[in-house]
Every structure is written in C-alpha cells, then in structure tokens.
C-alpha cells in the first residue's frame, strides 16, 4: 500500500524547496518575501489549524507588512488554516483565487528511465537558469531574482534539461531532495514543442535523480486550470493529495 507523505510533511517539504529572501514566524504562522518572485514565496499561512488565536490581528498584521515590503498581501489557504482563521478572512473581505492541486508518490519500488538528451546542472549553473527563464518567457528582473532563490535552497539539488535535437532546450525542471520527499518545480516546456514527450521526459529524469539520491516520495504543485500538466503527472503516478488556494483584500 502506497505511503504517502501529511500535509504537514509536503508543505515543510515545499517551503524548503523553494525559499524566500524574507521570512518572519508568528507562531505556526508563516510570511515569505521574495521580491515579488512567485505567490508561494509572497504569502503568509498557517501551518497547524490549531493555531487560530488573534487571527484577525495577525491577518492585519502580516498584510501590513506585505505591503511594506511592496507586495501584495496574500494568504495562502491550505487545509493547514483553521476554521477561524478561514472566518476571520471572510469577515475582512479577502476573495480567493487561483486554486492549485498538491499532487504526491511514493517512491517505494518506483523506477523510471530518462530517454532523450537529459543533463543535469547545479541550479546556479547559468546553462540551467537560462534554460528555465528562456522557456518561461522570463523578465530580466525575475531573472535575477530567480538566481537569488536558487542561491538559498539548501537541500540537494539539481537543474534538468531535455534537449531538442537541434541542441536547443526543450523543457527543463528543478528537483530537489527535501528530507526525503522529492518536490519539483519550475516545469516548463517550449511552447512550439508541447504534446512531444519533453516534459514527461524531463519529468521522469527529475523522478529518477530524486530516487536515486533518496527520496521516498515525491510532490508536486500545479495550478488547477492546468489540465495538461495535471494529466502528465497522474500519468507518471502522482496522486491528487489536497488542494490550496490564495486570498487577497477585495
């Protein structure tokens, strides 16, 4: 029977993955700066839904700090955010939005064969940034600060590149081993070179480093309007395991 991880674990997994420049803790609670560079890194949550005194206090607080930093205030809902909280940012008016799937694997017994032309970078190697921002369509600024996030992940990890046979990218992804649990992010293929096989080839090598370098599980975050990725990665075995979305002040 499959094991799969809580959560708990997929969510301090995640926020491991992929830090913030800022981080300030309240409680269980937690806000992350990163110039602006992806909701998950420009948000605040909560993560024990026991954790839900003075929510109306702290959702002011951190939204107020948000915007201090110049970014937008936005809460992260998981199903780690109590009821009260969940009431507290009703009563303040805060309307949800983009809604995303956390899918997860157990790795026990998996195997999975790169095909096609994978290499596998340092994530500061520029051959894998500017891999990953050409194929993202990235602003030089987002760039930049991407090079920043990437200088501060601490757990094990690598940049994965699939090749076009011309040479160019293809598709590229960023796997990393977060205590045991392998979360991948950055997926993007070459818009002109989608429904060929790159993503699921860079996929299935981003599986393999992860197993091969001791992850027990796997877990990935897709936004919910994503009905081609969700596909690719039920296809290699992920499984939906809850879902989140975002608040902001109406």
């Given at each position: 029977?499959?094991?799969?991880?809580?959560?708990?674990?997929?969510?301090?997994?995640?926020?491991?993955?992929?830090?913030?420049?800022?981080?300030?803790?309240?409680?269980?609670?937690?806000?992350?700066?990163?110039?602006?560079?992806?909701?998950?890194?420009?948000?605040?949550?909560?993560?024990?839904p026991?954790?839900?005194?003075?929510?109306?206090?702290?959702?002011?607080?951190?939204a107020?700090?948000?915007?201090?930093?110049?970014?937008?205030?936005?809460?992260?809902v998981?199903?780690?955010?109590?009821?009260?909280?969940?009431?507290?940012?009703?009563?303040?008016?805060?309307?949800?939005?983009?809604?995303?799937?956390?899918?997860?694997?157990?790795?026990?017994?998996?195997?999975?064969?790169?095909?096609?032309?994978?290499?596998?970078?340092?994530?500061?190697?520029?051959?894998?940034?500017?891999?990953?921002?050409?194929?993202?369509?990235?602003?030089?600024?987002?760039?930049?600060?991407?090079?920043?996030?990437?200088?501060?992940?601490?757990?094990?990890?690598?940049?994965?590149?699939?090749?076009?046979?011309?040479?160019?990218?293809?598709?590229?992804?960023?796997a990393?081993?977060?205590c045991?649990?392998?979360?991948?992010?950055?997926?993007?293929?070459?818009?002109?070179?989608?429904?060929?096989?790159?993503?699921?080839?860079?996929?299935?090598?981003?599986?393999?480093?992860?197993?091969?370098?001791?992850?027990?599980?796997?877990?990935?975050?897709?936004?919910?309007?994503?009905?081609?990725?969700?596909?690719?990665?039920?296809?290699?075995?992920?499984?939906?395991?809850?879902?989140?979305?975002?608040?902001?002040?109406?």
């Amino acid at each position: 029977m499959a094991t799969l991880p809580s959560i708990l674990g997929i969510e301090a997994a995640c926020l491991s993955a992929w830090p913030a420049v800022g981080n300030v803790h309240d409680g269980a609670w937690i806000w992350r700066f990163a110039h602006g560079y992806s909701k998950r890194s420009n948000s605040f949550q909560s993560l024990d839904p026991e954790d839900e005194d003075e929510a109306e206090r702290r959702i002011a607080y951190l939204a107020a700090l948000s915007t201090r930093h110049g970014i937008e205030p936005v809460f992260r809902v998981t199903p780690l955010a109590g009821a009260r909280v969940l009431d507290a940012l009703d009563r303040a008016g805060w309307t949800a939005f983009e809604e995303s799937r956390v899918l997860a694997m157990d790795l026990h017994g998996a195997a999975f064969e790169p095909t096609g032309d994978i290499r596998y970078f340092n994530p500061m190697d520029p051959r894998w940034y500017r891999a990953q921002s050409v194929l993202s369509q990235a602003s030089a600024k987002e760039v930049e600060t991407l090079k920043i996030l990437l200088g501060l992940i601490a757990p094990e990890a690598r940049g994965i590149v699939c090749y076009a046979p011309d040479g160019t990218p293809a598709a590229a992804a960023l796997a990393v081993n977060a205590c045991g649990i392998g979360v991948f992010l950055n997926v993007v293929t070459d818009r002109m070179r989608r429904r060929q096989g790159y993503g699921a080839s860079v996929m299935r090598a981003a599986l393999g480093w992860t197993l091969e370098n001791g992850a027990t599980a796997a877990a990935i975050q897709v936004t919910s309007e994503n009905a081609a990725a969700i596909a690719l990665y039920e296809g290699l075995g992920f499984v939906e395991q809850y879902r989140y979305h975002y608040r902001r002040p109406a």
